[in-house]
Nanobody, 125 residues
Framework: VQLQASGGGLVQAGGSLRLSCAAS????????MGWFRQAPGKEREFVAA????????YYADAVKGRFTISKDSAKNTVYLQMNSLKPEDTAVYYC???????????????????WGKGTLVTVSS
């Protein structure tokens, strides 16, 4: 089972990036998918999650209104569209999966079943 995150890079404040997380090795139809991030010297924190059906989404307050999570089940891929980026969004972003129908539980990093390697997002001021 593999989760492969991509799409990170360097962007100026106010800019946009779209991250992708491609899942392989199994079907994630019954899994909630989420994004987390970890800035230097800080703990990993929840960013956004989407239910297995794609009908429910959940965001951290810090990104609400700026980030949008979505999924393409046919491609087994989850996206994170990040707009109006701020320097404090700079971090390594990780995607994760958990077998759960309860989307709010997705904010607990220690409960994830699978993690992908991170992709670095750097926002310059």
């Amino acid at each position: 089972v593999q989760l492969q995150a991509s799409g990170g890079g360097l962007v100026q404040a106010g800019g946009s990036l779209r991250l992708s997380c491609a899942a392989s090795g199994r079907t994630f139809n019954n899994y909630g998918m989420g994004w987390f991030r970890q800035a230097p010297g800080k703990e990993r924190e929840f960013v956004a999650a989407i239910s297995w059906s794609g009908r429910s989404t959940y965001y951290a307050d810090a990104v609400k209104g700026r980030f949008t999570i979505s999924k393409d089940s046919a491609k087994n891929t989850v996206y994170l569209q990040m707009n109006s980026l701020k320097p404090e969004d700079t971090a390594v972003y990780y995607c994760a999966a958990r077998s759960t129908p309860a989307i709010t539980i997705m904010r607990q990093a220690n409960g994830m079943d699978y993690w992908g390697k991170g992709t670095l997002v750097t926002v310059s001021s």
